[in-house]
């Protein structure tokens, strides 16, 4: 049964850069046709899709959010990773990792809260 | 782009029928069949309820059904009971991004 984990800082200073992991278990992300996606809730707000990467290394991003993000993968590690640079306060949020769809997202990480402030 | 638009909230009485509805456009709901739908309770992860629409993952009961007509879709919860009390959200694709609805409110009087 496939299970997702979120790790990284729970604190990052004004126009630094977020940096999450997604540690994938019981499958592997290289061998089955999954988006690996990141999805945010800001407090007391709904929720953001961030972007996802294919198995194949595709990548898909928000247009409001594109210039600031990059999601890869790495096999060797069985995770996939979030980088938002640039970041203030308004980035602060719960951060979810979730699959397998680009919008069927059936399995989903516990999330992970990262506030921004100094 | 723009969030899928739904109501702020809806309630009803146990045992009775709710609907929540989801607008897009047609570059989203409209244009494809993937739209999903997820319930999250205070503090937890979203749980994914109806997907490609109207499909029922393995496990969700069968008082969740799903629907779509035009550029718009539907989650109607029947024979509400307490434990649906949560935010609900629907999802869809929308050509290489994916939107999320603003959240429903549902409060089971």
């Known amino acids: 049964q496939l299970q997702l984990q979120e790790s990284g800082p729970g604190l990052v200073k004004p126009s630094e850069t977020l940096s999450l992991t997604c540690t994938v278990s019981?499958?592997?992300?290289?061998?089955?046709?999954?988006?690996w996606g990141w999805i945010r809730q800001p407090p007391g707000k709904g929720l953001e899709w961030i972007g996802s990467?294919?198995?194949?290394?595709?990548?898909y991003y928000n247009p409001s959010l594109k210039s600031r993000v990059t999601i890869s993968v790495d096999t060797s590690k069985n995770q996939f990773s979030l980088k938002l640079s640039s970041v203030t306060a308004a980035d602060t949020a719960v951060y979810y990792c979730?699959?397998?769809?680009?919008?069927?997202?059936?399995?989903w990480g516990q999330g992970t809260t990262v506030t921004v402030s100094s | 782009q723009s969030a899928l638009t739904q109501p702020a909230s809806v309630s009803g009485s146990p045992g009775q029928s709710i609907t929540i509805s989801c607008t897009g456009t047609?570059?989203?709901?409209?244009?494809?069949?993937?739209v999903s739908w997820y319930q999250q309770h205070p503090g937890k992860a979203p749980k994914l309820m109806i997907y490609?629409?109207?499909k029922r993952p393995s496990g969700v009961s069968n008082r969740f059904s799903g629907s779509k007509s035009g550029n718009t879709a539907s989650l109607t919860i029947s024979g509400l009971q307490a434990e649906d009390e949560a935010d609900y959200y629907c999802?869809?694709?929308?050509?290489?991004?994916?939107?999320f609805g603003g959240g429903t409110k549902l409060t089971v009087l």
């Open positions: 979730a699959t397998p769809g680009i919008a069927t997202l059936d399995v």
């Open positions: 019981g499958g592997s992300i290289s061998s089955s046709s999954y988006y």
């Open positions: 990467i294919y198995y194949s290394g595709s990548t």
């Open positions: 047609s570059s989203d709901v409209g244009s494809y069949n993937l």
């Open positions: 490609e629409g109207s």
């Open positions: 999802c869809s694709y929308a050509g290489s991004s994916t939107l």
